[in-house]
């Protein structure tokens, strides 16, 4: 069992930024897969960001590259979003998840999820 814990979320204005945090009490953390994801209210979850477990691969969905980065430090066991020039189209509930083997942008695939953190951005 892998807790995951996010935070960081906020109220922010167009064009500012923001940096999530996920953070787990496991020493396994290094093993994992990491993943952003978002959901807004009434949509599907969707994908936002992925990296390997030691830090050398990432994945960006289309409508955040550039814009936002992906990061971890095995050390802290603690995975970090980095969020700038935010849109209002970025609110949404913002959840970590981590996933054992092969990585995918597949949110069902994930085993373990946080408890998600709200990012709200105003226009």
């Known amino acids: 069992q892998v807790q995951l814990v996010e935070s960081g979320g906020g109220l922010v204005q167009a064009g500012g930024s923001l940096r999530l945090s996920c953070t787990t009490p496991g020493r396994t953390f290094s093993t994992y897969n990491m993943a952003w994801f978002r959901q807004a209210p009434g949509k599907e979850r969707d994908f936002v960001a992925r990296?390997?477990?030691?830090?050398?691969?990432?994945d960006y969905a289309d409508s955040v590259k550039g814009r936002f980065t992906i990061s971890r430090d095995n050390a802290k066991r603690s995975l970090y979003l980095q969020m700038n020039s935010l849109k209002p189209e970025d609110t949404a509930v913002y959840y970590c998840?981590?996933?054992?083997?092969?990585?995918?942008?597949?949110?069902?695939?994930?085993?373990?999820w946080g408890q998600g953190t709200q990012v709200t951005i105003s226009s």
């Open positions: 998840a981590a996933r054992r083997v092969i990585p995918t942008n597949t949110p069902n695939a994930y085993s373990y």
């Open positions: 990296i390997s477990p030691n830090g050398g691969n990432t």
